[in-house]
């Protein structure tokens, strides 16, 4: 099955619970929560008391992409205030340094995920697949939305789909950038499980068909 996760980012900040409980009618799957801490990328986003509230207002499930460098420093916090998964980037600090962070989210009984950035070769995600939950792929470079979609990374995601499969794991693909009812099709096609949108869900006036475009199934 083919899980939607509208982009926070898109949202609008000043109605924020009604904007995550129309995606939820929508039939949009999980949320995504975008953490950028003007360090690792060049911006600064949401951060743990936004998402302390976010958690309060909806039930659904919430993916953290942590954009941030040092995650180790935060992996728990994100967990406590709501995170159901919590993401980081596995150039965002040593690989020991990585692996704690994730082993620190499991602890707290969440799932976790590591994110590639796009000049990141996918073998980077060897060391921790029997770990981890979910392999985000980035399809445009982190920091900042609107970017286009980076059809070469599919190449990515089809060697990290055939990595999962031959371990007979569960591990999810996950691509986040420029995901919209043209490209979708085509990260469906490479083997990826969850799709993260943010303009092609929130900008558009009927989010419903916006979700079941991006699914296919419209």
Same mark, same amino acid.
């Not at 929508?26 to 911006?43: I, T």
């Not at 992996?75 to 040593?94: I, M, P």
């Not at 990585?98 to 980077?124: H, M, Y």
């Given at each position: 099955?083919?899980?939607i ?6 949202? #609008?900040?000043?109605r924020?619970? &009604?904007?995550?409980?129309?995606v939820?009618?929508?039939?949009a799957?999980?949320?995504?929560? /975008?953490?950028?801490? +003007?360090?690792f990328?060049?911006?600064i986003?949401?951060g743990?008391p936004? $998402?302390e509230?976010?958690r309060k207002?909806? /039930?659904?499930f919430l /993916?953290?992409h942590?954009?941030?460098? &040092?995650?180790?420093?935060y992996?728990?916090?994100?967990c406590?205030?709501? !995170? /159901?998964l919590?993401?980081v980037?596995v150039? !965002?600090?040593r690989?020991?340094?990585i692996?704690?962070?994730l082993?620190?989210?499991k602890?707290e ?9 796009? *000049?990141t070769?996918?073998? !980077?995600? $060897?060391p921790?697949?029997d770990?981890?939950?979910l392999v985000?792929?980035m399809?445009? &470079?982190? =920091?900042f =939305?609107?970017?286009?979609?980076m %059809?070469? %990374?599919? #190449?990515?995601v089809r060697?990290?789909?055939? *990595? ?5 794991? &569960? ?6 950038? =420029? ?7 085509i990260c469906?096609?490479a +083997?990826?499980?969850? $799709?993260? *949108? =943010?303009? *092609?869900?929130f ?8 979700i079941? $475009?991006?699914r296919?199934s419209?």
């Amino acid at each position: 099955m083919i899980r939607i996760a509208p982009s926070l980012l898109a949202a #609008d900040f000043s109605r924020l619970a &009604e904007e995550m409980e129309d995606v939820r009618q929508a039939s949009a799957d999980w949320l995504h929560f /975008d953490v950028m801490d +003007g360090l690792f990328v060049p911006n600064i986003s949401m951060g743990i008391p936004v $998402l302390e509230s976010i958690r309060k207002a909806t /039930d659904m499930f919430l /993916d953290a992409h942590l954009m941030i460098a &040092e995650p180790i420093r935060y992996a728990s916090r994100f967990c406590r205030a709501g !995170a /159901d998964l919590v993401n980081v980037h596995v150039e !965002a600090d040593r690989p020991e340094q990585i692996e704690k962070a994730l082993l620190a989210v499991k602890e707290e009984g969440k799932r976790c995920g590591v994110t590639l950035k796009p *000049a990141t070769s996918w073998e !980077a995600v $060897l060391p921790y697949l029997d770990l981890i939950d979910l392999v985000l792929v980035m399809t445009v &470079e982190p =920091g900042f =939305g609107g970017q286009s979609f980076m %059809q070469e %990374q599919m #190449d990515k995601v089809r060697a990290i789909r055939r *990595a999962i499969d031959e371990r007979g794991s &569960e591990v999810l693909i996950e691509v986040d950038g =420029g995901v919209d009812p043209r490209t979708a099709p085509i990260c469906i096609e490479a +083997g990826v499980d969850v $799709l993260v *949108a =943010g303009s *092609a869900v929130f900008r558009t006036p009927d989010r419903k068909t916006a979700i079941q $475009l991006l699914r296919g199934s419209c």
